[in-house]
């Protein structure tokens, strides 16, 4: 998809709500970060589309769709700004990974989803691999597509020329889904953050920290998605 088409679908569905006003709303124990748009990854179970538009508490999210009506699957052109693991989400008292994005534009959206799904691990083992080539700052583009098998989860890929990815970490993590040994899974997935933000600190100063995003999200148990 090309990005002037991507920016155009992101500004229209940004006319849809001032996103930033709901991220506000969203958002406790201080001030809300300057987010235009907020994604959630297969957060509408029987859609087939990857990213969906939060709109409220009391609105179903919107599958992000191409001008061609097939779902978008690239935010491209992308910087990391911020990241951060959230715990005690929703009803289900979820614990989510949320990613902060920076577009060419200037305009900053928020992805987040569950801290087991395999787009969470898929992303944190791509992010930790930029960081081990030196491009953590870079611009990528951040794919997102659903597998062919079973209940389809949601993996991703980042791509900065190649395809990046920590395979040592990514193995790690992967055993620990295969053993549902999410305490050692969610320790790792926590250090790798913590690591990433203590790397992108020069780089945030001015970017304002999520400590809470309450969005009620049905929740498959153990990381279907």
């Excluded at 709500?17 to 987010?35: K, R, Y």
């Excluded at 700004?81 to 900053?108: M, P, R």
């Amino acid at each position: 998809m090309p990005f002037w088409a991507f920016i155009y679908l992101l500004n229209y569905m940004t006319m849809l709500v001032d996103s930033s006003a709901i991220v506000a709303d969203l958002v406790s124990g201080g001030e809300a970060p300057e987010i235009n748009m907020m994604i959630g990854i297969g957060v509408v179970k029987e859609s087939e589309a990857v990213l969906f538009h939060y709109i409220g508490n009391d609105e179903k999210p919107v599958a992000l769709m191409t001008k061609a009506g097939k779902p978008l699957t690239r935010l491209a052109n992308v910087k990391l700004i911020d990241i951060n693991i959230v715990t005690g989400i929703g009803t289900e008292n979820a614990t989510k990974l949320n990613v902060i994005l920076e577009l060419h534009s200037g305009n900053k959206i928020l992805v987040t989803s569950g801290i087991q799904t395999w787009w969470s691990m898929c992303v944190i083992s791509g992010l930790y691999g930029l960081l081990q080539n030196g491009m953590i700052t870079e611009s990528f583009n951040l794919d997102s597509y659903r597998g062919n098998l079973g209940r389809k989860p949601i993996f991703a890929s980042i791509r900065c020329g190649l395809v990046y990815s920590d395979k040592e970490l990514y193995e790690i993590l992967n055993a620990d889904r295969k053993d549902q040994a999410w305490d050692s899974y969610q320790l790792s997935m926590s250090t790798i953050v913590d690591t990433l933000q203590k790397t992108m600190k020069p780089y945030t100063e001015e970017t304002a920290s999520i400590e809470s995003v309450d969005v009620q999200v049905e929740e498959t148990v153990g990381g279907e998605f």
